[in-house]
């Protein structure tokens, strides 16, 4: 794995449209970007800003994320979320993020990370079924 250096930073843009409303997804009525997209946005920047410090084999899984959505974002307009990296503890990461629209920030805050890797994550994910279908057969 290579050393991470703390400030590096990614981003990841998005269109608003009907499909990341908050009326599409279900966390409002009305057709401005959605929360839960925008957090989506954060992460996804995230972890493209991990990924370039990660060896083959390993991944980072979102664990915490603490935004303020502060101002609406209209269809047709576009939304760049920024992740920075801030602290590295182990495998565990934090990054400030941000996001904005054509007319500023309209959101902000932390989001945590830890780096795992894939196929062990995976396999203990899919042992929940397993250990499910044994409790329904009692």
Do not use: Y
């Not at 401005?32 to 493209?48: D, G, H």
């Not at 269809?75 to 904005?100: H, N, Q, Y």
């Not at 629209?101 to 994550?121: L, N, P, Q």
Request: glycine share 8%; aromatic share 4%.
């Amino acid at each position: 794995m290579k050393e991470f250096k703390l400030g590096a930073n990614a981003t990841a843009k998005a269109m608003v449209s009907d499909g990341n409303t908050a009326k599409a997804m279900g966390s409002g009525n009305l057709a401005v970007f959605a929360t839960p997209a925008m957090i989506a946005l954060m992460e996804e920047a995230a972890t493209s800003c991990a990924a370039q410090f990660l060896d083959e084999g390993s991944e980072t899984v979102g664990t915490m994320i603490s935004v303020k959505h502060m101002s609406a974002t209209p269809v047709s307009m576009e939304v760049c979320a920024k992740a920075t990296l801030t602290e590295v503890d182990g495998k565990r990461l934090v990054f400030d993020v941000v996001a904005e629209d054509e007319a500023g920030i309209i959101g902000a805050g932390t989001h945590e990370r830890f780096i795992v890797t894939g196929e062990k994550f995976l396999q203990r994910a899919q042992a929940k079924l397993s250990a499910k279908e044994k409790d329904a057969r009692h």
